[in-house]
């Protein structure tokens, strides 16, 4: 996986690229929480580079959704493929996270 995060406005984007697996969320994680440590709270994590998420990855996203909502914080999820919307969907997470087709839709742009 590779990743990177930008702060556009009062948004930290996160992009993933690759997969996101049990190999590499935990460097995911540490990021992102050292970010809401900072006091940032709006985050929006682009997937549209991303190919595969396994279960790891969907606990760590799970756990990232907490921890920004106990901080009063926004998290959106931004273009997924059709193979990670229909994950989504299967294990009903789509119900947990606020999904946008796009990073410009998510931002409030499109």
């Given at each position: 996986m590779t990743f990177s995060l930008e702060r556009l406005g009062a948004t930290t984007v996160v992009s993933v690229g690759g997969q996101l697996t049990l190999n590499n969320r935990g460097e995911l994680r540490e990021r992102v929480l050292a970010r809401l440590a900072d006091g940032e709270t709006d985050f929006?994590?682009?997937?549209?580079?991303?190919?595969?998420?396994?279960?790891?990855g969907l606990g760590v996203l799970v756990s990232l959704s907490k921890h920004i909502r106990?901080?009063?914080?926004?998290?959106?999820?931004?273009?997924?493929?059709?193979?990670?919307?229909?994950?989504?969907?299967?294990?009903?997470?789509?119900?947990?996270?606020?999904?946008?087709?796009?990073?410009?839709?998510?931002?409030?742009?499109?």
């Open positions: 929006v994590i682009d997937f549209a580079d991303a190919d595969y998420i396994d279960s790891s106990d901080e009063h914080g926004r998290l959106k999820l931004a273009g997924l493929n059709d193979d990670l919307a229909r994950l989504f969907a299967l294990t009903k997470l789509d119900s947990l996270f606020d999904i946008a087709e796009t990073r410009a839709a998510a931002l409030g742009e499109a």
